[in-house]
């Protein structure tokens, strides 16, 4: 059934440039290198690339074709396809909804930093900081500017999805996307003719499969999760985006064009970020989740000079647009989703008015994101406490205790505010105070509060349910139709058959686990 009253996108470049924005997003830019840099380069490569072809594949051609075959959005789709499962689709609006209200603090994060090197670049310094190293430290304790930049970014978000698909989405990523890719290009050449950057590419591209042998565990739930996150899979997003490609459109090639370039967008920025710490941080690789805001900060500051700030300003645009693409695909499946309903209902769809509601309900949901200081808390400063210090599930210290539990793990608070572990067989020492960490990573700060609802829970448990509801109840032969609505035949069907049927349900409770062990480890 056609639905006329809902617009789509003008082509398939088109189509393909949205949906590659919504996967390319911080997940690549950050996520990638930094669980690639802590998991042992080149395994974690390797890993990933078989699960996104096994796993990841599927699960976006199974969306893309629940999108076009219903031309709905999640909750509608899956109403329309099967009234049993109407709460998948609750769940894959629900989902973008909690993604936002982290991802648009960082999105605003990254703005405030572009705009300073664009500035720095004509001399003015507006990091509000001696030496621009310092300036994350200072910045994400302080509120004001944190809920501003979350506000703007959030605005241009707005604005966009009012625009409309054509309007608004198409016309920003088809310039947008293609721009992404020539900065990255310009990024890496220069990354790659300093000195010592080589050290980057061994790491990367090294064949040393070692780590797998070490923690093969601890690598695939990681690769896992970071590749489900970086398709944008489980989300409604592409669901959504779906609903808007074109029954001519050859939806099967479109879907691997989106993963293969989602992938190609991580690993270039993986080259620059590995052969930068190499070059200009003594090859630390392990900067975690401070990477993106720190490291890479420190990188640009050790570059120097103007080609320092100007790389530094490519850099955080770049990711930017990365990030915005992104959001704003989260945005559009949230709106999409009160606009089918409103054309379910015979009413005229408000799609500006919609997407400004929703905006200010992400907006006040972000606020404790932006002003817990990203985990600082009020200890440290923080116009909010983080979960942890509002629950009471901070470091404990380990009272009363007068000897060693030989299976609990203590440790110690050093001068500079970090806990070490207290090696086994050490002698217990009555002057020390010892701390017991009680501390999981959905507690520390409210972002990776909001993840784990969101990356942690809902996207996997929606995706593992669907891929198993196409393999065993409505079968591939669905998927085959779709695809060949466009006159295309199906490649690779008993292929993709048992990826629904047993690898893509498997591989997503690979996800879960790794998801609930990294949170609350489980
Ligand atoms: N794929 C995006 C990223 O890598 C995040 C995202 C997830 C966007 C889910 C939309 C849906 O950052």
Same mark, same amino acid.
Do not use: C, M, Q, S
């Given at each position: 059934m056609e639905n006329t009253n809902r617009e789509g996108f003008g082509s398939s470049f088109a189509f393909i440039m949205a949906a590659v924005g919504s996967a390319v997003g911080l997940g690549n830019i950050w996520g990638f290198p930094y669980k690639m840099g802590s998991n042992g380069g080149f395994a974690f490569l390797l890993i990933y690339l078989i699960l996104a072809a096994f796993v990841g594949l599927a699960v976006m051609i199974g969306e893309h074709v629940i999108g076009r075959k219903t031309g709905m959005s999640p909750i509608a789709a899956y109403r329309k396809i099967s &009234? &049993? *499962?109407?709460w998948l689709g609750y769940m894959a609006v629900i989902a973008p909804f909690v993604i936002l209200c982290f991802y648009m603090v960082l999105g605003g994060m990254v703005m405030r930093y572009a705009c300073s090197y664009l500035t720095a670049m004509i001399g003015?310094? %507006?990091? =509000?900081? !001696? %030496?621009? %190293?310092?300036f994350y430290g200072a910045f994400r304790i302080n509120g004001v500017q944190m809920v501003l930049w979350t506000v703007i970014f959030i605005a241009i978000n707005t604005a966009i999805v009012c625009g409309g698909v054509g309007g608004g989405i198409e016309k920003f990523c088809n310039v947008g996307m293609p721009c992404l890719f020539v900065i990255l290009i310009i990024v890496i050449v220069y990354v790659a003719v300093q000195p010592g950057a080589v050290g980057g590419y061994q790491f990367m591209? #090294?064949?040393?499969?070692?780590p797998l042998k070490e923690d093969f565990l601890k690598v695939l739930k990681t690769a896992a999760g970071q590749m489900f996150f970086s398709l944008s899979l489980g989300m409604g997003a592409m669901i959504t985006y779906g609903s808007y490609m074109s029954k001519k459109e050859h939806l099967q090639r479109n879907a691997v064009i989106v993963v293969v370039m989602d992938t190609l967008a991580a690993i270039m920025a993986g080259m620059i970020v590995m052969p930068a710490c190499y070059a *200009?941080? !003594? =090859?630390? %690789?392990? #900067? #975690?989740? =401070?990477?993106? *805001?720190?490291s890479m900060q420190a990188v640009f500051y050790n570059m120097g000079g103007f080609i320092g700030d100007l790389m530094g300003f490519l850099f955080y645009f770049l990711v930017f647009i990365a990030a915005i693409s992104s959001s704003m695909s989260l945005l559009e499946a949230i709106t999409a989703t009160k606009i089918d309903s409103d054309i379910a209902k015979g009413k005229a769809p408000k799609r500006r008015i919609t997407a400004l509601v929703f905006s200010i309900i992400i907006l006040i949901f972000c606020l404790p994101t932006a002003l817990d200081g990203i985990g600082m808390g009020t200890a440290n400063g923080a116009a909010l406490p983080t979960p942890a210090e509002l629950f009471g599930l901070d470091w404990a210290e380990a009272e009363g205790i007068k000897g060693f539990d030989k299976d609990t793990t203590y440790y110690t608070l050093g001068e500079d505010g970090a806990y070490t572990a207290v090696e086994k067989g050490t002698a217990f020492d009555e002057s020390t105070t010892y701390y017991l960490n009680t501390t999981k990573t959905w507690n520390d700060c409210w972002l990776d509060f909001y993840d784990v609802i969101s990356e942690g829970i809902i996207m996997p448990v929606g995706a593992m349910i669907m891929a198993f509801a196409i393999g065993w109840i409505w079968k591939i032969d669905m998927v085959k139709e779709e695809i060949e609505a466009s006159g295309t035949k199906m490649w690779g069907k008993t292929f993709f058959n048992i990826c629904y049927k047993v690898i893509t349900p498997l591989g997503m409770i690979v996800v879960l686990y790794g998801q609930l062990s990294e949170f609350f480890g489980i």
């Open positions: &009234k &049993k *499962f109407t003015w310094n %507006t990091w =509000g900081v !001696e %030496t621009a %190293t310092d591209f #090294g064949l040393n499969i070692d *200009f941080l !003594e =090859g630390n %690789t392990r #900067g #975690g989740p =401070g990477l993106l *805001f720190d």
